[in-house]
């Protein structure tokens, strides 16, 4: 595997439920992020994370859940969520924040149905 | 803080036509600069950054941007469009360890 994956590509999941989205780099990258793509909507920053310390939560609500395990792989942990969180769920990652911005790399996406 | 404005939501061109997708910003100093690609299904691809130095920059698939101080502008241009550049661009800048994206600008290209 190259670059950024996320798995699943696509899940469909009720608002009761309780599911994780994957997402891992193979770049060697120490920042990571979850992005929220909707429809006509800008891309919509969620969490940051640089090596393995949360260091941003853009006011995201709770039964979105981050998790950071080590430097390659982030987890995004959803549960109760509304029909309004459908969206395009990117992941990124880049090298650490530290000194500056550097471009990220992208995954190809979780496509989230909520029903 | 920093903003991107992406003023053209949507652009239509002709195969071999040339493109210019506009994108201006607002922030007291030089940011870093970006321009990213995504297709229908798929993440963002970058196409071409711009930190320092000289002020049109080369990116992949033929694609060129210059950086104008002047202006607030880093306008991403390709002499030639061909169908496969049909996608969504965006334009982002970078300040201090955070980016932001603009909205985007969606190319049709038409035979």
């Known amino acids: 595997e190259t670059g950024v994956t996320q798995t699943p590509r696509h899940l469909v999941m009720g608002m009761t439920n309780k599911k994780s989205l994957k997402c891992e780099q193979h770049l060697g990258h120490n920042a990571m992020y979850w992005y929220k793509q909707s429809a006509k909507k800008p891309l919509e920053l969620m969490f940051v994370?640089?090596?393995?310390?949360?260091?941003e939560n853009n006011s995201v609500p709770s039964r979105f859940s981050p998790e950071c395990p080590n430097s390659s792989h982030l987890f995004l942990h959803l549960h109760t969520l509304q029909p309004e969180d459908s969206a395009l769920y990117l992941c990124?990652?880049?090298?650490?924040?530290?000194?500056?911005?550097?471009?990220?790399?992208f995954g190809p996406g979780t496509r989230l149905t909520v029903t | 803080a920093q903003s991107v404005t992406q003023p053209d939501i949507h652009i239509t061109v002709s195969e071999g036509a040339s493109l210019e997708l506009r994108c201006n910003y607002s922030?007291?100093?030089?940011?870093?600069l970006f321009w990213y690609v995504q297709s229908p299904g798929q993440g963002l691809q970058l196409l071409l950054k711009y930190f320092s130095g000289d002020t049109l920059v080369q990116g992949i698939k033929g694609f060129e941007a210059e950086f104008k101080r002047s202006q607030s502008s880093f306008n991403l241009r390709k002499p030639s469009v061909h169908w496969s550049d049909a996608a969504e661009y965006f334009c982002a800048v970078g300040v201090t360890q955070k980016v932001t994206f603009g909205t985007g600008t969606k190319l049709q290209v038409i035979p």
């Open positions: 990124a990652s880049s090298q650490d924040l530290i000194g500056g911005v550097y471009e990220q790399y």
């Open positions: 994370y640089s090596l393995e310390e949360r260091v």
């Open positions: 922030y007291g100093a030089t940011p870093y």
